[in-house]
Every structure is written in C-alpha cells, then in structure tokens.
T-cell receptor
Framework: AQKVTQAQTEISVVEKEDVTLDCVYE???????LFWYKQPPSGELVFLIR??????QNEISGRYSWNFQKSTSSFNFTITASQVVDSAVYFC???????????FGQGTRLTINP | DAGITQSPRHKVTETGTPVTLRCHQT?????MYWYRQDPGHGLRLIHY???????DKGEVSDGYSVSRSKTEDFLLTLESATSSQTSVYFC????????????FGSGTRLTVV
C-alpha cells in the first residue's frame, strides 16, 4: 500500500534561512512517481515538481531543490534563502504506476518570519 | 483560464440534509477525483472516476456517492450530511496515468451544522 509521511507538522524560520522539508514514502511498486505541492494561504494547490522512481538525479529550480534517495525512501525539499512568500503548507505525494490516484502526506506548515 | 471549476465555493448545510458538490472540467481528461482536506490528515481520496459511468472508491468513501454521466462533470453527493463531513473538498483531474500529474480545483468549503 502507498503511504507518505511528513513528520514535520510545522516549521518556522526567519527570512533568508535555508529550510528542508522531509518526506518519507512507502510503496511496493518499483515504478512510482513523487510530487510536491504548495498550498498558500489562499488555499489553492500549486504543483511544484514530479519525479519518477527511475530518476534519482537531484533537481534545482531557482531557490528550490529536491533530493530523491531511493535507499532511504525519501524525497526531501529544500528552500534556500527563504522568503516570506514561501509561507505555505507543503504536501508530498506518491502515485504508483497504474494506480491512477495520488496519496498525500499530512503536510508541513512552513512559516517564514520577516 | 481554469480548466477545472468547483461549485459551490462555500456552503453551509444542516445535519441530515443531502448535499451535492460539482466539479466541471474543460480539458477532456479521462480521470477525475474527489479529495477532502482536514487538519492533520492532508488530502484523502474519497472517490475517483476513470471514465463516464466508471467510478471507484478511495480511502474515505463512507457516506459519499459520486456520479459521472458526462466526461466534463463529476458530482459528489453527501446523502445525509453529518458534522464529520465538514471539510474542504478538492476536485482534481488527470489526463492519464500518474506520470501526467494532476490539476486541482480551487476547493469547496463545506460546513455541516
């Protein structure tokens, strides 16, 4: 069965600090897909990244980076030089090949203080 | 330019009344989903559809039913609303299997009093 765990319920940092959001997943499939979504205070869900299980290369997009490690079943998300606009709830999610559904972690509420 | 819309955006209803939420898409995507979001639980799948009149249960389907008579519309019905169904409901669409990602609607905030 699919399962995603985000152990950090809330994180609060001061602006310009780096912050890492943890995501640990469980799956029996060898082919699967991992996602991160951002939910700002306005409430919509914003897609950030999708990674498949065969691509363990880390990805960087501006101040955002993702570290995928199959050996530890983790897909962590780092924000470098955080900004107040990064304040949001962040969700990690997993979809198994052919499962046709997305399973979410509990979410991490990130607060960036000026 | 939203390819997916939910209605209503907000609703307050009384315990025991039926409620229907609507999800409408203009993307012609095959798959549609209903999730609920509650503090501490993230988003949990209620039901999903993989085609017209083809639906299946998610992990929290008790008390909910769905219908999809047209590709573009996916309805979620609470037959007899309870306070435990107070939540934010999100619809999502997908054009295929998981590699293609998911697009979410803006959500419906439902309060059952």
């Amino acid at each position: 069965a699919q399962k995603v765990t985000q152990a950090q319920t809330e994180i609060s940092v001061v602006e310009k600090e780096d912050v890492t959001l943890d995501c640990v997943y469980e799956t029996r499939d060898t082919t699967y897909y991992l996602f991160w979504y951002k939910q700002p205070p306005s409430g919509e869900l914003v897609f950030l990244i999708r990674r498949n299980s065969f691509d363990e290369q880390n990805e960087i997009s501006g101040r955002y980076s993702w570290n995928f490690q199959k050996s530890t079943s983790s897909f962590n998300f780092t924000i470098t030089a955080s900004q107040v606009v990064d304040s949001a709830v962040y969700f990690c999610a997993l979809s198994e090949q052919g499962a046709q559904k997305l399973v979410f972690g509990q979410g991490t509420r990130l607060t960036i203080n000026p | 330019d939203a390819g997916i819309t939910q209605s209503p955006r907000h609703k307050v209803t009384e315990t025991g009344t039926p409620v229907t939420l609507r999800c409408h898409q203009t993307e012609n995507h095959r798959y549609m989903y209903w999730y609920r979001q509650d503090p501490g639980h993230g988003l949990r799948l209620i039901h999903y559809s993989y085609g017209v009149k083809d639906t299946d249960k998610g992990e929290v389907s008790d008390g909910y039913s769905v219908s999809r008579s047209k590709t573009e519309d996916f309805l979620l019905t609470l037959e007899s609303a309870t306070s435990s169904q107070t939540s934010v409901y999100f619809c999502a669409i997908s054009e295929g299997h998981s590699p293609y990602g998911y697009t979410f609607g803006s959500g419906t905030r439902l309060t059952v009093v």
